[in-house]
């Protein structure tokens, strides 16, 4: 929204990774050949009774197991709203979220986690509203209770989570809430918009709405 109306906010980790998937299953070493040649090695073998058999084993590749595809979040579907677009954003040079203008479309902050990673937030903000939209389909994220469900479309799949939480948290105490950018703890969504109150003389909207979400029946 309009500087008149908002105060953007700071990204605490710039430096948090997007992609936080790493279960890689590690295979088997070769035994090793020493160079030598089969024939020579059954001679030994022989010259040498006592000795136990030692077998060349072949290296096979590495599978992964378990293993989920992470995906970049692309619609989301808040409680009694319609689907809303949701497009990558970056941080600005001035270390702000660069949040979509359009009330109707929120960011995905490309530092944080995607959808199907096993840990870590997938942070999505929007603007509450604007001088010339009006209130936007964010504003629902307001009034949001626990056990209301959000759909996140993502790599032509639709996954559901169920609100955990909603927390109103003062933007000029945003350093004792890491988790909203946290890579660490269970996946989850956050959603982000502003809240009141809205003191113009002080900036703009003085807090922050954060709901968070956790996987609820899955992707179908």
């Given amino acids: 929204m309009p500087a008149s109306r908002t105060r953007p906010w700071t990204v605490l ?3 948090v990774p997007a992609v936080l998937l790493a279960l890689v299953v590690g295979g088997c070493a070769p035994a090793g050949d020493g160079g030598s040649s089969s024939d020579t090695g059954a001679e030994d073998a022989a010259a040498r009774p006592d000795e136990p058999e030692q077998r060349q084993v072949k290296a096979s590749p590495a599978t992964r197991a378990g293993s989920v595809t992470a995906r970049v979040p692309t619609a989301v579907r808040l409680p ?3 689907r809303l677009e949701v497009v990558p954003v970056g941080t600005r ?3 702000l979220l660069d949040v979509p203008s359009d009330v109707d479309l929120l960011g995905w902050w490309e530092g944080s986690a995607r959808v199907g990673d096993p840990f870590g937030s997938v942070l999505l903000a929007g603007h509450v509203d604007s001088e010339d939209e009006g209130l936007g389909p964010s504003a629902r994220l307001l009034t949001v ?6 759909e996140v479309r993502a790599g032509g799949r639709t996954t559901s989570y169920a609100v955990t939480s909603r927390r109103f948290v003062p933007l000029d105490d945003l350093g004792s809430h890491p988790r909203i950018l946290s890579a660490d703890g269970p996946a989850r969504v956050t959603l982000v918009t502003c809240a009141p109150p809205f003191l113009p003389d002080e900036g703009g909207y003085q807090n922050l709405a954060v ?5 609820g029946r899955g992707a179908q």
């Avoid at 709901?211 to 996987?215: D, E, G, K």
């Fill in 145 to 150: 209770e626990r056990g209301d469900e959000v």
């Fill in 80 to 82: 009694g709203t319609d």
């Fill in 13 to 15: 980790h710039p430096t």
């Fill in 211 to 215: 709901v968070t979400a956790l996987p």
């Fill in 93 to 95: 040079e001035d270390g």
